[in-house]
């Protein structure tokens, strides 16, 4: 059944159709969660660099058991592969890129709502940090969560809002992998 949405603009049963072109509605909220993903995740960056000017102020504890600090990571996840060499960065992004398109594709195919709503927020924290490792040459990381036992501290890596909506969205990823749309028997 269509429905009109305006001029050149008819939905029909989760495919929205817009002249030659049309888009899988969960794509929409895929492409949504990228965004927001994204720009929550450089909202914070530069609200902390330029307006709260965390590298003159330093570590700030927001309570017993998280900080806020700034981190510069020019490796990859967990700090892994650290280097400052421009050459690396480039194949870090070069990577990163590849990786972007893939997950795009997949999302564009995805045929549930919450995989195309995980690869989304993938996809949304994975640009926020290239856009980081362009712009400053490192991946800006700022929350560190730790716990004090017996005089002693364990910290949690520093992290970001891309890194958080990564790895929500692999873990929506696994849950949708479970609980999600049955595959396809074999014939």
């Known amino acids: 059944m269509a429905r009109s949405m305006g001029p050149g603009v008819r939905r029909d049963d ?74 690396v960065q480039i194949i870090l992004m070069a990577i990163k890129a590849v990786a972007v398109v893939v997950l795009a594709i997949w999302m564009a195919r995805s045929q549930t709502r919450l995989a195309t709503i995980a690869l989304g927020l993938i996809i949304g924290g994975a640009i926020g940090n290239a856009i980081d490792r362009f712009a400053y ?12 036992i017996g005089g002693k501290t364990f910290n949690w890596y520093v992290f970001n809002l891309a890194d958080v909506a990564i790895v929500a969205g692999v873990a929506a990823l696994l849950y949708d992998s479970f609980l999600g749309v049955p595959a396809a028997k074999a014939p």
Do not use: E
Not at 137 to 148: C, I, K, M, P, T
């Open 14 to 87: 989760g495919v929205l159709s817009c002249g030659d072109h049309a888009m899988n509605s969960y794509l929409r909220h895929g492409v949504i969660a990228a965004v927001t993903a994204l720009v929550l995740d450089q909202a914070s960056k530069l609200w902390l660099l330029f307006v709260f000017d965390i590298a003159r102020r330093g570590a700030v504890k927001v309570t017993p058991f998280f900080d806020l600090v700034l981190a510069w990571n020019v490796g990859i996840s967990f700090g892994w592969f650290q280097s400052d060499s421009p050459f």
């Open 137 to 148: 040459g490192a991946v800006v990381d700022f929350a560190l969560f730790y716990l004090q």
